[in-house]
Every structure is written in structure tokens, then in C-alpha cells.
């Protein structure tokens, strides 16, 4: 597995901009985009934004858990009723995330460390938590990046966090639980989505055989794979915009 844009991590310049010229890639994200900034106008965010982050939230790592395969319903999450280790770990990843956006792009290896010892308590031994069992080069070169220039796009930036995170599995367990809150992280920080409302996790569930194969391709490092990826990122992060509305209505409801 050969990363296409591993010799130009450091660069001072945006080392990620290639992958815009890839057919059909940046008007994905841009379409995302748009799709992100028509959500946020929903009313219910003028009174009800802290109701409708926190319904994200959950529905993300529900959605987290069952990508890898503890599927549950969300009624039953919501009523604390399900004690599966991997859906708790999903909960407990969720309700950090926002304590660890200021540390994302200092520390990134660390913050990785803390998501999965969230993550797999009680799945993995414990002298496994936190600790990387491949991939430490790949996971360097990855920091570097998050840690580098604040050119790259956010949208972009998180979609190559989220598909290296996943090819490499660098952690024991629930691996995908950490990729998936470390992009979600890198979204937030980045001022794409600074309320943490957009459940793209959510997106990836509804696209679940797309979610896989554009990973799988992804993971071949071949320009298609790396297309086909992040043409089902930005289709995911639309479907959280969705959920934007679908949440925000549901809270107005109730109010």
C-alpha cells in the first residue's frame, strides 16, 4: 500500500492539492460545502444548537459502532440500554471530541493514543490501548500533515485523515472508531463544521458498500482509488448536512 502523497509530506506548500485536479473531485467538496453552509441555516440552530450538536453527536457514533459491525438501534443507545464495549467506546470517543480540538493539530499522535484507549476499553487488553500495532511511519508522516500547513482544504484534509486511519488500522479493536472521530476532529478544528454539527458518520452508514469499496480502492493508492474516495467523502459529509435538518426538525417538534 503506497500513500500517493507520502514523499510530500512537510512541504511547506499544500502537499494535498493535486488531488483537487482529480476528475470530479473538487466539485464534490464544493458541492459539500454549499450543502454544509445551506444546513447551518436551519432555524432551529438560532435557539436549539447545543440540542442539535448533541443529537448529532449521538447519532455519529451510533452510526460509528455499526460501521464496525455493533450495529444497534438508536432509541436503545439513547435509553442506556446497550452495554456492548464497542458502542460505549463510540459514546465515550463522541463526548471527547470536543475536549481534544485544540490538541488535534498540536499533538496528533497523542490525541490518536487517547481516541483509542476511549475507543477500545474493554474490546482489547489493556496493555494494547493507545499503543500503534503497524503503521508508525505512515502515522508520522500523517501527523506531520495535520500538523503542517493550514493551506489544504479542511474538507480535504479530512477525508486523507479518515482513509489513512482506516487503511492503515494502526490500532487494535474498533481502529475505525479513532479514524472516523479524528477526521471528525480535523473538520471541527479547521472551521469546517466548528459546532460539531454534521454527522458524516451518519453518511457513511447510509453509503456503507460505497464507504468500504472507496476505501478498499483507496488503500491501492492508484489516482481512481483516491477519487473514488473522496467522491464518497463528500457524498457522505451531504448526508450529514441532511441529518442537519432531520435532527433540527425533530427538536422544534419537541420544543
Do not use: N
Not at 6 to 35: I, K, N, T, W
Not at 80 to 88: A, E, L, R, S
Request: charge should be positive; aromatic fraction near 4%.
Amino acid at each position: 500500500m503506497v500513500c500517493p502523497f507520502a514523499h510530500r509530506y512537510g512541504v511547506r506548500v499544500d502537499p494535498l492539492a493535486p488531488l483537487l485536479d482529480l476528475a470530479g473531485v473538487a466539485p464534490a467538496l464544493a458541492e459539500a460545502r454549499e450543502r454544509v453552509d445551506a444546513a447551518m441555516r436551519h432555524r432551529a440552530l438560532r435557539r436549539h444548537g447545543g440540542q442539535v450538536a448533541a443529537e448529532a453527536s449521538l447519532r455519529a457514533a451510533v452510526a460509528s459502532a455499526a460501521l464496525e459491525g455493533h450495529a444497534y438501534d438508536l432509541e436503545d443507545v439513547r435509553a442506556g440500554t446497550v452495554t456492548d464495549p464497542v458502542i460505549q467506546g463510540a459514546l465515550r470517543v463522541a463526548e471527547s471530541v470536543g475536549g481534544l480540538v485544540d490538541v488535534w493539530p498540536r499533538a496528533p499522535r497523542q490525541v490518536l493514543a487517547k481516541l483509542h484507549v476511549l475507543a477500545a476499553r474493554g474490546v482489547v487488553p489493556a496493555g494494547e490501548l493507545g499503543r500503534l500495532i503497524s503503521g508508525a511511519e505512515r502515522i508520522d508522516a500523517l501527523a506531520a500533515l495535520v500538523t503542517g500547513t493550514e493551506r489544504t482544504p479542511p474538507l480535504l484534509l479530512a477525508a486523507i485523515v479518515h482513509a489513512e486511519l482506516v487503511a492503515l488500522r494502526p490500532f487494535a479493536g474498533p481502529a475505525g472508531v479513532v479514524a472516523r472521530a479524528a477526521a471528525r476532529l480535523t473538520l471541527i478544528g479547521r472551521g469546517f463544521d466548528p459546532r460539531g454539527l454534521v454527522a458524516v458518520e451518519v453518511g457513511h452508514r447510509k453509503r456503507e458498500p460505497e464507504y468500504v469499496g472507496s476505501a478498499g480502492a483507496y488503500a491501492t493508492g492508484t489516482p481512481d482509488g483516491v477519487r473514488s474516495w473522496l467522491r464518497h467523502y463528500a457524498a457522505a459529509v451531504v448526508a450529514g448536512a441532511e441529518e442537519i435538518a432531520v435532527i433540527g426538525d425533530r427538536v422544534l417538534a419537541a420544543a
